[in-house]
T-cell receptor
Framework: GENVEQHPSTLSVQEGDSAVIKCTYS??????FPWYKQELGKRPQLIID?????GEKKDQRIAVTLNKTAKHFSLHITETQPEDSAVYFC?????????????FGKGTHLIIQP | NAGVTQTPKFQVLKTGQSMTLQCAQD?????MSWYRQDPGMGLRLIHY???????DQGEVPNGYNVSRSTTEDFPLRLLSAAPSQTSVYFC?????????????FGSGTQLSVL
């Protein structure tokens, strides 16, 4: 089955700086890569996603890049703010959509230092 | 719409007891699934369903049963609870099986097995 590795496990950045979280996946058949944000005690919330036919996608301060050849994708957050502090999860789907569920990385705890 | 509703929010069981975690969605979603979240492990898929009467196993199905008699409901049963099943459980659903279909999560059930 699919395996998703996520790094780093903890990331501390100064407010206003950029943060980058990286993930690799094992199955070249994966074609959908969402990112979720989870605040303490809350449910995961989708923040951005990318499909395998797209190399980059941006939504205001958040962007995701995908390198299919290397089988890795990254989340970029610019101009970080205190409300960006949370745990971020990457995920991959082998057959697309919800047909087989999502395989998640183990998460990155992002800490924004004031 | 209430979205994805999970009950109970908290539960404490003794080893060997059985219980059912409830999940209901009112969005006419075709796909429903159960994940468990353990510290440092991300979210792992337990079981999923692509429609009423159809269920399949995910990454960690042992010790859990599911059924999908209606489109709206997808209960998760623990037949004989074990301490290893202490976790936070999330139900999730999506409208269809199309690539990139957004996955909606419930608010979670925190389960402790003593």
């Amino acid at each position: 089955g699919e395996n998703v590795e996520q790094h780093p496990s903890t990331l501390s950045v100064q407010e206003g700086d950029s943060a980058v979280i990286k993930c690799t996946y094992s199955d070249s058949a994966s074609n959908y890569f969402p990112w979720y944000k989870q605040e303490l005690g809350k449910r995961p919330q989708l923040i951005i996603d990318i499909r395998s036919n797209v190399g980059e996608k941006k939504d205001q301060r958040i962007a995701v890049t995908l390198n299919k050849t290397a089988k890795h994708f990254s989340l970029h957050i610019t101009e970080t703010q205190p409300e960006d502090s949370a745990v971020y999860f990457c995920a991959a789907s082998i057959r697309g959509g919800g047909a087989d569920g999502l395989t998640f990385g183990k998460g990155t705890h992002l800490i924004i230092q004031p | 719409n209430a979205g994805v509703t999970q009950t109970p929010k908290f539960q404490v069981l003794k080893t060997g007891q059985s219980m059912t975690l409830q999940c209901a969605q009112d969005m006419n979603h075709e796909y429903m699934s159960w994940y468990r979240q353990d510290p440092g492990m991300g979210l792992r898929l337990i079981h999923y369903s692509v429609g009423a009467g159809i269920t399949d196993q995910g990454e960690v199905p042992n010790g859990y049963n599911v059924s999908r008699s209606t489109t709206e409901d997808f209960p998760l049963r623990l037949l004989s609870a074990a301490p290893s099943q202490t976790s936070v459980y999330f139900c999730a659903s999506s409208y269809s099986l199309s690539v990139g279909e957004k996955l909606f999560f419930g608010s979670g059930t925190q389960l402790s097995v003593l």
